[in-house]
């Protein structure tokens, strides 16, 4: 099968095309035709970092985490799908783990769920990463009927998806953003959009919570940003992040009394551990994304197998609009 590899990590590291022999699927896993795979901020940073990263995997690497495609061959045991299904998942391009910039990919089914049939292959390949760590932050902090939830970088990859699924679990969404492009695209999701430039925490937190602060905050920029998620928060209150590698003085946390809950959603993938987790939640979102409650937003520029470079390097630009896709 043709696929792009990677033989060396950091920042010029160029993507090559290889051929490598077609994978199996041994007991418990599917053999996927890729149809697309979308570029995530990890993806970025394993090209980059390498050996910096404990997840990277070991040269030549194909990465890719994300994908959308069918289903070519069975290994034994799989019952829940069967040949010609078009299925999604996030399912490799880490650790031991096969990734999705190849023609086909091993994956374990109980990473994958059937695809949604509302969504074209390359929206479906923008939805797992995203989707699973948005839907798993929100219901972690228990989001429901008639909460105030503030989501954190709502025009982001994670943040554009919680928003849409605070609002399907009935939640009031406010979230952040800057820029006008920004504010029409949270804005376009049903969300109260506020400008982090112009308006103060304290400020918003007045005008659109009474000054009581949010039931729950989903906090997608994290780093000093996360200072921010506690002052927003209510009183015993929720918060969730999805980027909180950083040192920060949790004593607002402590005397507000509010419930911080990590999300890292490789860990299924990373430890084998709850991998089925993964699947129910995709298998959810698909519900959701077919009842019309969910729509992954995908930069309109296009790219193919020549052009994954140009695609880690759209995504690192910050010029991008929505989930990177490589259509293969």
């Known amino acids: 099968m043709k696929a792009m590899l990677l033989n060396s990590y950091g920042p010029e590291a160029q993507f090559e095309t290889s051929v490598m022999p077609d994978p199996v699927a ?6 996927v035709k890729m149809a697309a795979t979308s570029v995530n901020t ?9 050996a910096d990263l404990p997840l990277s995997p070991a040269l030549p690497a194909v990465l890719g985490m994300d994908f959308a495609g069918t289903v070519v ?27 999705a910039l190849a023609e086909y990919m091993s994956a374990d089914a109980r990473l994958i769920a059937h695809k949604p049939k509302s969504l074209t292959m390359r929206e479906a390949a923008a ?23 503030l989501v954190q970088g709502g025009a982001g990859g994670v943040g554009h998806v919680a928003v849409q699924l605070a609002r399907h679990f009935g939640a009031k969404v406010s979230a952040t953003g800057r820029g006008a492009d920004q504010m029409a695209l949270i804005e376009g999701l049903g969300a109260r959009a506020l400008d982090f430039t112009t308006q103060k925490v304290e400020d ?15 906090d997608s920029v994290g780093g000093p940003n996360m200072k921010n998620s506690f002052e927003a928060a209510k009183l015993n209150g929720q918060v969730a992040s999805t980027v909180a590698m950083v040192e920060i003085d949790l004593t607002p946390a ?24 993964h699947g129910d939640i995709l298998s959810v979102l698909a519900g959701i994304a077919d009842a019309g409650g969910l729509k992954p937003i995908v930069d309109e520029q296009r790219f193919g197998w020549s052009d994954v470079g ?10 991008a609009v929505g989930k990177v896709v490589i259509e293969l």
């Open 310 to 319: 140009a695609a880690y390097a759209h995504l690192t630009s910050g010029s």
């Open 127 to 149: 939805l797992p990463l995203v989707g699973i760590t948005a839907y798993e932050g929100l219901t972690r902090a228990g989001v429901g009927e008639g909460q105030t939830v």
């Open 26 to 31: 041994p007991s418990g896993h599917v053999v």
């Open 73 to 99: 061959a069975l290994g034994d045991g799989v019952t829940d799908f069967a040949i010609g299904d078009e299925v999604y998942g996030c399912a490799g391009g880490l650790m031991d783990l096969p990734g």
């Open 42 to 50: 990890v993806d970025t940073m394993i090209r980059t970092m390498g």
């Open 254 to 277: 402590h005397f507000k009394g509010l419930s911080l809950h990590v999300v890292f959603m490789l860990i299924p993938m990373m430890h084998n551990f709850g991998r089925q987790t």
């Open 204 to 218: 918003y937190v007045a005008d659109h919570t009474g000054g009581v602060g949010f039931d729950m905050v989903f």
